[in-house]
């Protein structure tokens, strides 16, 4: 399927649909000089959480690796659930007043206003994330993560999507580049639908798989995509709506999201990705 465009516009007079880039991944590519490639599944680290610490700057600002203790300390906790942690930022998102930094100055002391996710435990919200709570955080993180704890979210919001762009150039250019192209295109496509309400996005530091750039996670669902493209915006966001329209009871054995660009699944492990990936 090629691009139709008006001659004296510069507007797309017909966006490439799904089927059309799902041909391109398997065979050759127009949109980016990355190599084909046949399967994505299993690429996703196994875990069972997904915390995101709210930065007042965007990813294209942070360093190439974090030196932030607060981080490094949930990490190591993060281990006892099987729980990932990274940096996130958003317009949208509620930051902590008290502190603006990302823990690069020595002896600074790190506060953040957090989001988990997880299968079991849904959304939830921390107000405030430091050093000296720690291991209560932790805690509660380990309790959401085996669903003991009720979902909550910023907003109220059980129909919240919650979308992040890996977008963390100084990491690897692909991520800053193609992701923020993706980012762009997302932001700009939610907008014109007049979706921020229902739809929030957000931009990540470095979440593994620099070639699979853009990446993509999506939550609640906790499906990661990658080797998306500018182009690929109002598809990829076709599709999930249309997920979150069926209302229907999501499970880890549910049919992958976008299953040509599909990485994998929060709660799932390598070899359960690929199988349920070949399902589909």
């Known amino acids: 399927m090629h691009l139709q465009i008006i001659i004296g516009s510069s507007k797309l007079a017909r966006i490439p649909s799904l089927a059309s880039r799902i041909k391109k991944l398997t065979g050759s590519r127009h949109f980016s000089s990355t190599p084909p490639v046949r399967s994505l599944a299993g690429t996703v680290a196994p875990h069972h959480?997904?915390?995101?610490?709210?930065?007042?700057?965007?990813?294209?600002?942070?360093?190439?690796?974090?030196?932030?203790?607060?981080?490094h300390a949930l990490t190591r906790h993060a281990l006892a659930w099987g729980g990932l942690v990274n940096f996130s930022w958003s317009e949208q998102q509620a930051v902590h007043p008290g502190y603006v930094g990302l823990g690069e100055a020595k002896g600074e002391e790190e506060f953040y206003r957090a989001t988990a996710f997880s299968h079991a435990g849904g959304c939830i919200d921390i107000p405030e994330v430091s050093l000296a709570n720690v291991s209560s955080v932790a805690k509660t993180l380990y309790s959401h993560a085996l669903g003991d704890l009720p979902a909550t979210t910023p907003d109220k919001s059980i129909d919240k999507l919650h979308l992040y762009v890996c977008t963390h150039g100084e990491r690897d250019c692909r991520?800053?580049?193609?992701?923020?192209?993706?980012?762009?295109?997302l932001r700009k496509e939610i907008s014109r639908r007049g979706l921020t309400q229902h739809v929030s996005l957000g931009e990540v530091a470095h979440v593994g798989g620099h070639k699979y750039a853009a990446n993509l996670l999506v939550f609640p669902f906790g499906?990661?995509?990658?080797?998306?493209?500018?182009?690929?915006?109002?598809?990829?966001?076709?599709?999930?709506?249309?997920?979150?329209?069926?209302?229907?009871?999501?499970?880890?054995?549910?049919?992958?999201?976008?299953?040509?660009?599909?990485?994998?699944?929060?709660?799932?492990?390598?070899?359960?990705?690929?199988?349920?990936?070949?399902?589909?």
Not at 50 to 65: D, I, K, Q, S, V
């Open 223 to 280: 499906d990661w995509l990658g080797m998306l493209q500018g182009i690929d915006a109002p598809a990829v966001l076709d599709e999930i709506l249309e997920r979150r329209s069926q209302r229907a009871v999501e499970s880890l054995q549910s049919a992958p999201l976008c299953p040509p660009f599909w990485r994998g699944r929060m709660g799932l492990n390598k070899q359960d990705q690929i199988a349920l990936h070949s399902r589909s």
């Open 175 to 185: 991520c800053g580049d193609t992701g923020g192209e993706v980012a762009g295109a």
């Open 49 to 71: 959480s997904y915390l995101l610490l709210h930065t007042h700057r965007p990813p294209r600002e942070y360093p190439a690796r974090s030196n932030s203790p607060l981080l």
